[in-house]
């Protein structure tokens, strides 16, 4: 390695030569820093002051337990707050909720607002020659004002804040409260109005529901009539075919009842005379007046024949003669039991035949009933119908009820409202004085200590080269020679050997 190598690899920065040149310029640095502040205080004093006044708006569903339709239940389904708020902010900056602001405060004949906003952009733009585009009065108040303007949502929550800047606090404030209040406005005006659509095609839905049900009514009916398909009214109705054929069961069964008796104690009296016993104690033979006289006579005889046979021999005449009259009476009752149980047999028979008559009739409603049944099955179709129709109009009714009333009374609530209202503010929000002369003076010293030390180094006055001897290894022998040169402010370099 030569020894101009070594020395360019041995140079290093005084830093006691840089801080004594900071030192010796330090009154320039701080004169210069002063002149800078001073400037841009009085740069500042010229510069507008802006006041920001802000209010906040809580985006929420409102409705309540007496303001929602039945079990009516309110959400936002898929949207998130952050899409909601955005939503919301959009809605604030348009140009329709903005140009009522304008109207409403009378904004055109502010100068702040009406006049032309001139940007650094454009002062740039004038110098080549490009000439601003013309605006109206009204894109002239909308731009100062949307340039003011300031919407956005407080952090994560569904708070949506809308601040105003104005030379003026007590405007700054009132436009900020009037932008918040529009808006609320605005979106009570909107469901308001969605509810009066909603009234509206309800109402032509209704009357055409109306239509549908009067005419699915009809078609049952005509159903009804045409296949003789009528039924009871009352709870538990059913089909006039259904009660004939249960009142002809029930017919029937009391048919066979009373046939199933009458011979039944037919037969009974008929064994009593047949085995020689006494028929008075059948029923049917007591009510029959003959056999009562009949068996009052005999029960006479028999008393005279008793009270004879204590004084007469058993085969006196009178005697005989009281037991041939007795047993005479005997055959009557016999013949009159007889008739007794003939009349049961024959109104076994009437019986018979009446049942044999209900079964007929029976056979003939069954085939009936099964025609109807076949005709139920369509006329329950016409009857689900005519029922889906009329539960869907009154439906539509109880909620064009709800949504007349609504309308009517504006008991709609917006999804929106103020929360804070905006108050004028004491403290101007720009120019921050302390911040400007704070950034101003740190770069005018920063750029000051930084051009001396780069003019330093440059100039070589704050370089140096070190000293050092290079000892050879044993053994070798030592050279040495004039180093090259230098110039009188670096120390000439010698190598040694020892």
């Not at 004169?31 to 802006?50: H, S």
């Not at 731009?143 to 104005?166: D, F, H, I, K, Y």
């Amino acid at each position: 390695m030569s020894v101009s190598e070594s020395q360019a690899d041995d140079v290093r920065i005084d830093v006691a030569a840089l801080l004594g040149a900071l030192k010796a310029r330090w009154l320039r640095i701080l004169v210069v820093t002063l002149v800078l502040l001073g400037a841009t205080f009085t740069v500042l004093l010229f510069v507008p002051k802006l006041y920001e006044s802000s209010a906040s708006i809580l985006v929420e569903q409102r409705n309540n337990a007496f303001t929602r339709i039945g079990n009516e239940q309110q959400s936002l389904g898929s949207i998130t707050v952050a899409e909601l708020a955005a939503s919301q902010v959009q809605l604030i900056k348009s140009r329709d909720l903005l140009l009522s602001v304008v109207d409403e405060l009378n904004l055109r004949d502010v100068r702040e607002f009406s006049g032309a906003s001139v940007s650094p952009v454009a002062l740039i733009l004038q110098l080549f020659g490009v000439k601003p585009e013309v605006k109206s009065g009204d894109e002239k108040v909308l731009e100062n004002l949307g340039e003011r303007l300031s919407v956005g949502q407080a952090g994560t929550s569904s708070v949506v804040t809308v601040s105003v800047q104005s030379t003026d606090p007590e405007l700054a404030a009132a436009i900020a409260n009037a932008i918040a209040n529009a808006h609320v406005k605005r979106r009570a005006d909107l469901s308001l109005s969605d509810t009066a659509e909603a009234s509206g095609w309800l109402e032509t839905e209704i009357a055409k529901l109306r239509t549908k049900v009067q005419q699915a009514e009809n078609a049952v009916a005509n159903y009804k009539a045409d296949n003789d398909l009528f039924q009871t009214g009352g709870t538990g109705s059913s089909s006039i075919l259904d009660q004939q054929l249960s009142t002809i069961a029930t017919q029937i069964t009391s048919a066979q009842e009373r046939k199933n008796s009458a011979q039944s104690r037919a037969d009974i009296i008929l064994g009593l005379l047949k085995a020689g016993q006494p028929i008075d104690g059948v029923a049917d033979v007591r009510n029959s007046m003959i056999i009562q006289n009949l068996v009052q006579s005999q029960a006479t005889l028999r008393g005279e024949l008793a009270q004879r046979s204590s004084t007469l021999l058993p085969n006196h005449p009178t005697i005989k003669a009281l037991r041939a009259q007795i047993e005479a009476i005997d055959s009557q009752i016999g013949a009159e039991g007889r008739k007794v149980a003939g009349a049961l047999r024959a109104e076994a028979e009437v019986e018979a035949n009446l049942e044999q008559s209900l079964n007929d009739d029976l056979a003939r409603l069954k085939l009936s009933v099964s025609a109807a049944a076949r005709d139920t099955v369509t006329l329950d179709s016409l009857e689900r119908e005519a029922k889906v129709q009329r539960d869907l109009l009154e439906s539509y009714l109880a909620r064009y009820s709800d949504a007349a009333s609504r309308t009517d009374s504006s008991s709609t609530l917006p999804d929106v409202r103020v929360i804070s209202v905006a108050a004028p503010s004491d403290t101007p929000a720009s120019p921050k004085v302390g911040l400007v002369l704070s950034a101003v003076g740190f770069v005018a010293v920063a750029l000051q200590v930084g051009t001396i030390l780069f003019g330093e180094l440059m100039t070589g006055r704050a370089v140096k080269e070190r000293q050092f001897d290079v000892y050879a290894p044993e053994g070798e022998e030592a050279e040495y020679e004039e180093a090259a040169p230098q110039p009188p402010c670096q120390p000439t370099r010698r190598w040694s050997a020892r």
